[in-house]
């Protein structure tokens, strides 16, 4: 079971979030956002925050049957120009990879967006991610677009799952 929590970055859980940003340095090697080998809790928190923080978004934590922090996501919740909601990252603790958490916590983002009017969910995918494309393909999400990401310009697959 997995349940989903709006995240705080406080305490106990921003050590847990912190804790799984340092489990995936290959993400931060292959997207630049981070550099694996210096990042810290001081480098991690600032960038945490201010995507928790950012206008219409929202960073939810995914916590397994024991209250463990198992990964985390940012969600855009209206895409200003297409007005979908959009996954802006998901994060799953690398040291539980391939137990299922991802797609558990995907389909709870799904659910709650379904249950909120929304039609289809959309994500970017970057170009050097191949391992994320084949998860998102697997869990049913299309390919609709490539184009520079807003945030660095780097070359992004659009995803896009109908509800
Ligand atoms: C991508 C990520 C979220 C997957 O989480 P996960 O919990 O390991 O994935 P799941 O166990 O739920 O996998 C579900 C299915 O996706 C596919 N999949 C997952 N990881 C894969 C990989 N590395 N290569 C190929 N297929 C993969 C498989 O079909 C898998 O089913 P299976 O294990 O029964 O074969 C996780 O590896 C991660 O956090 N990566 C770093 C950050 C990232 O790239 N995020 C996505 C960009 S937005």
């Not at 916590?63 to 979908?84: E, I, K, S, W």
């Amino acid at each position: 079971m997995i349940t989903l929590s709006r995240a705080t970055l406080v305490g106990d859980e921003l050590d847990s979030l912190v804790e799984i940003c340092l489990s995936q340095p290959d993400y931060w090697r292959c997207s630049g956002d981070q550099d694996p080998e210096s990042m810290s809790r001081a480098t991690l928190e600032p960038m945490l925050r201010e995507d928790a923080e950012a206008d219409g978004c929202e960073t939810v934590v995914a916590r397994d049957g024991t209250g463990r922090a198992v990964g985390f996501a940012q969600l855009l919740l209206r895409h200003p120009t297409d007005g979908h909601p959009w996954i802006g990252l998901l994060l799953v603790d690398g040291r539980q990879g391939r137990q299922g958490y991802g797609r558990t916590i995907v389909t709870a983002i799904e659910d709650r967006f379904r249950a909120e009017g929304a039609t289809a969910i959309r994500l970017g995918v970057l170009v050097v991610n191949p391992e994320a494309q084949q998860f998102w393909e697997a869990l049913g999400y299309r390919r609709i677009d490539l184009r520079p990401d807003r945030a660095k310009g780097r070359p992004t697959r659009v995803m896009e799952k109908r509800l």
